[in-house]
């Protein structure tokens, strides 16, 4: 396939709502879901995308019932320790960005273990974004440049200076943006990365979306004009 986007990011919506249509528990379709993750990283692995993000859990999602917000935390541990030996066989780097500090401290311990064995991998970067927020990243970013620069270097600041204060820094922002479920809003995800991000919105719910749908994902970002402001 032409013209493969470097970073693809993931609004993964819908468990609830798959679970809810089988008459089962919410946390069900976040089990399946995992299955979706595992589905899209192996296509990203297998196409060369060298960033796949995912917008696991907001900073709002902590407002969810504490049985549902334990479930996610218990099935994120299960999930980093079934698939770190797949993560060295492919050569994944893992990362999780986000508000960290509100993590538990088995949760944070069990993702400094993983990134830091993961660290020098070359292949594909996962990037989990964990109790993040597009306006809290913008806000912290500002906090850092305030305390890091002098009033006149923060006063000369350019819009891409901000880039390196933000918790992507480094990270390429994303080329494509799919938000599955058929809710059309970006929930305070990657504000100011997603600038000139392409969207694409799918109806599918989270644990239905497997290979052929993020390879449908690809080929749909890969008819896409991006003119950035400007005329062709
Ligand atoms: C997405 O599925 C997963 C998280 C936000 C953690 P939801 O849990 O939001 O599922 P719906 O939107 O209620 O169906
Ligand atoms: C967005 O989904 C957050 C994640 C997928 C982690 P939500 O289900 O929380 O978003 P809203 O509430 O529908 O906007
Ligand atoms: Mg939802």
Redesign the pocket.
């Known amino acids: 396939m032409s013209n493969i986007p470097q970073h693809v990011s993931i ?3 819908g468990n ?1 709502r798959w679970a809810k249509a089988r008459g089962k528990e919410r946390i069900f379709g976040h089990f399946e879901g995992a299955e979706s993750v595992r589905a899209c990283l192996e296509a990203a692995v297998e196409d060369g995308v060298k960033y796949l993000s995912l ?4 900073e ?2 902590w407002g969810r019932p504490e049985a549902e917000v334990n479930g996610l935390m218990e099935l994120l541990i299960k999930y980093l320790r079934q698939e770190l030996a797949n993560m060295m066989s492919n050569r994944i780097r893992f990362v999780v960005l986000g508000h960290r500090e509100r993590l538990s401290e088995k949760v944070n311990g069990l993702i400094d273990e993983v990134m830091a064995t993961t660290a020098s991998n070359d292949g594909t970067t996962l990037v989990v ?1 964990l109790s993040y927020s597009g306006k809290w990243d913008i806000l912290q970013a500002m906090k850092k440049a305030a305390r890091e620069l002098s009033p006149e270097q923060f006063q000369a600041l350019e819009p891409h200076d901000l880039d390196r204060f933000l918790v992507t820094a480094g990270i390429p922002d994303p080329d494509l943006l799919i938000r599955t ?1 058929g ?1 059309l ?1 970006i ?1 305070n ?1 990657l504000l100011w990365q997603s600038a000139y991000t392409e969207f694409y919105f799918t109806d599918t719910l989270w644990p239905d979306f497997r290979k052929p749908q993020f390879r449908e994902a690809l080929a749909e970002y890969a008819r896409r004009d991006r003119r950035y402001g400007k005329v062709k």
């Open positions: 609004i993964m919506d609830g917008y696991a859990f907001s709002e999602n974004f479920s809710e809003r929930s995800y």
